[in-house]
């Protein structure tokens, strides 16, 4: 999505508005453009039945206390779990590789267990999520033996690493940009 900067995401104020903010409104703009009214009366719908849900409960103040709480904990959920597969890895600039290639070095995954399944949404399969986009994601474990095999018959590199290094390296590549960054603002 070329709209959408992920690095900007990673400041103070990106994660806790991406969902609440910025998403909310653009999925709505998309299928308003993209005149997918039986969608759009879906989610009009989603939102009376959360609203007539939980007004009555807790108050307008309390509903939109909750709502945006709820998102904002998604949101840093998703800026997580979206970029221990991807920041760390060196992308620089086009190597003329294989399409195969290029999605194995732009991606790794994170670990097969219960947790890391659960917590990612199965999406700690970064690799067959990019060579098999349109495969369920409960299938990813399935198919990722298989393509193990192939990287090691044709010598591809298929990168996997436990969750807590997938984390630091985030902070590590926030900390290398911010230094980047730093460097640049002093010009130094």
């Not at 959408?4 to 508005?17: I, K, N, R």
């Not at 807790?58 to 998703?78: D, I, P, Q, Y």
């Not at 990168?159 to 390296?169: E, G, T, V, Y």
């Amino acid at each position: 999505w070329p709209f959408l900067c992920f690095e900007c995401s990673s400041t103070a104020f990106g994660p806790p508005a991406l969902l609440p903010l910025y998403f909310q409104w653009y999925i709505f703009y998309f299928v308003i453009q993209r005149r997918k009214w039986v969608d759009l009366a879906w989610m009009i719908t989603f939102y009376i039945r959360i609203f007539l849900t939980y007004v009555p409960l807790l108050g307008m103040k309390g509903f939109l206390g909750l709502f945006f709480m709820v998102r904002f904990l998604e949101s840093h959920w998703f800026v997580w779990v979206t970029q221990m597969n991807h920041i760390p890895m060196h992308i620089d600039h086009d190597r003329n590789k294989d399409w195969v290639s290029t999605q194995l070095q732009a991606t790794c995954n994170v670990h097969k267990s219960a947790f890391n399944d659960w917590f990612s949404g199965h999406l700690n399969f970064q690799i067959e999520h990019h060579l098999f986009p349109t495969m369920p994601r409960h299938n990813y474990h399935k198919v990722a033996p298989l393509v193990q095999s192939l990287c090691a018959k044709h010598g591809i590199e298929y990168q996997s690493k436990p969750l807590l290094s997938a984390f630091a390296d985030i902070v590590h590549s926030l900390k290398e940009s911010g230094q980047l960054w730093l460097d640049a603002y002093l010009h130094q």
